[in-house]
């Protein structure tokens, strides 16, 4: 199929008594950019290592593009997976032609991609003078020779500053933009809001939720209220069934309402009903919100 | 069915020397260890005749008898002596093998170049590739040695007493190849670069010679260090026959059976080691 870039099936992994991987499936679709989220721990490395043939699974299949395995296809395929892996004591431009040599890519390619990271400066430096961040660069260059099918980046803003964060986040943008599809794990689930169409929710080896992330930030919102009279406002709103949720905080009213409501609406709502408000915020559903929920049920044992 | 020679496979094979090759061109420790090994062969070549004469010089004034001086360089025991000499070196290309093996592991660029779309199986065979070339490299270096001083040594010069005992030179080839393999499987089992060249002089000074030394000769001598030693054994000088020892000028089918099967078992090992483990 050519609109499936990867499927997994079942895939199982454990380390000694440690259950890393519990018959994990999913699929990756061409195009998307699918975020791997998951607490430390959580299975996402080790999936990410099986795909690419660094680590050894227990029982499964994987496809990728439809076809079994093999080396031939990972040159299609790029990755960053924790850290830059590179030969110190050789320069960004030699260590490239070993990885071009590898995937069968001609040397011309290497300007291009390190024009891609913004790395041609630095080129002839010997890579254990680089910096972090640009290492990482020069992992997403590796990654991107051949121009590959599919990008996988494992926390690659590990250790970076807030402006090698931002750079890293641009790039994968950009990169996107190709219609390369990208695979993305991460801790920073802003990021991974800011940037992906697609997560899955890995913990303790199991996937607690696979989707789009509209699905996921398209929920109820939440809405902040106050007015002069609480006690109208409360009362108003408790008679409404678009009113899912209503909790007390101090001197704000939280209320989550049905889908389509939207602040305006309530505004209007409200007045109409002779409650004029003095407070009103939107919050917005975040990953970060639905990540630590989805986590505290799965951990909750009264579940 | 495809013929180990045909192209496809010269081809993955010169593509793979290219892909190691370029680990080691601008290495500067790779450049100086080798250097060194090349040059402190040629010079031991070089210097041993003069070494030996000083020996027999100074062991003449104090015998009773008259001890001949002999010339290592003479054909055709020149490929005998030099074979045997080098032999004592065998333990610079086995430290490069180690230390570019475990550096793949510490640097982990195992797993980059794998990643990057290498199979385990290729890596494993680019690794065999470069000892091959290495060992190759050795052995011409030898070769030349042996031929120079052998024509310059030798009077007169036959053609029969030029190639008679040359089969010197495949066998340190082969006593090269089968201890640097050796050395890579050590190097990919331990993976850490000080603990590796520690658990091969461990092994060859130690647990194999006690091994050796427990074991009636008939077995010990199956084993492998035992056999790539045995491969060349110390040449015969007349001092020796003066003494009624005599030690084998020839190299024994059994040694050069017993070196290839190590050489397959080693990189066996690896094969096996590195389909059934993260890497």
Known sequence: ?303 | MKNIFSNSYLKTMIRLIKIDFRKYFYSRSFWILTSLYLLLIVLVFAGSQGFMNKITENAGKNSPISIPSFSLYSFPYVWHNLAFLAGFFKIFPALIVVIFVTNEFSYKTIRQNVMSGMSRNEFLLSKVLFVFIFSLISTVVLFFSALILGWTHTNPITASLVYDKMVFVPAYFLELFTFSMLAMMIAFLVKKQGLSIGMLALYYYVIEPLVAYKLPDEISQYLPVKAMGHLIDIPNSSLMKLFGVNFRDYVSAQDVLLCLFYSFVFIGVVYFFLKHSDI
């Open chain 1, 1 to 303: 199929m050519d609109t499936e870039i990867l499927e997994i099936q079942g895939l199982s992994k454990s380390y000694g008594h440690l259950k890393a991987l519990d018959s994990l499936s999913l699929k990756v679709e061409r195009g998307n950019i699918f975020g791997f989220l998951g607490p430390n721990g959580s299975g996402k490395t080790t999936t990410l290592g099986i795909l690419l043939d660094i680590i050894l699974k227990d029982s499964g299949t994987y496809k990728w593009f439809g076809e079994a395995p093999s080396s031939q296809i990972r040159k299609k395929i790029g990755a960053l997976l924790e850290q830059p892996l590179f030969y110190p004591y050789l320069s960004a431009v030699q260590n490239l032609k070993i990885i071009a040599d590898i995937r069968g890519v001609p040397y011309s390619e290497i300007e291009n991609v390190l024009k891609l990271v913004e790395l041609e400066g630095r080129k002839k430096g010997k890579f254990k003078t680089y910096s972090l961040g640009m290492k990482q660069r020069l992992a997403i260059a590796a990654a991107m020779l051949g121009n590959p099918e599919v990008l996988i980046l494992d926390e690659p803003t590990n250790g970076l500053d807030p402006r090698g964060i931002a750079d890293i986040r641009d790039l994968i943008i950009r990169i996107a933009s190709t219609g390369i599809t990208i695979i993305l794990a991460s801790h920073l689930l802003d990021e991974v809001e800011k940037v992906c169409s697609h997560v899955v929710v890995l913990d303790h080896g199991g996937k607690l939720f696979s989707g789009s992330v509209d699905e996921v930030l398209s929920g109820t919102a939440s809405f902040e209220l106050a007015a002069d009279d609480m006690e109208l406002l409360e009362k108003t709103l408790s008679f409404e069934p678009w009113v899912t949720k209503m909790a007390k905080e101090g001197q704000i009213l939280k209320v989550h309402l049905t889908n389509d409501r939207s602040a305006s609406q309530l505004n209007k709502f409200l007045s109409q009903k002779g409650v004029y408000l003095t407070h009103l915020t939107v919050r917005n559903k975040t990953l970060e919100k639905y990540f630590l929920e989805l986590l505290s049920e799965n951990h909750d044992p009264t579940n």
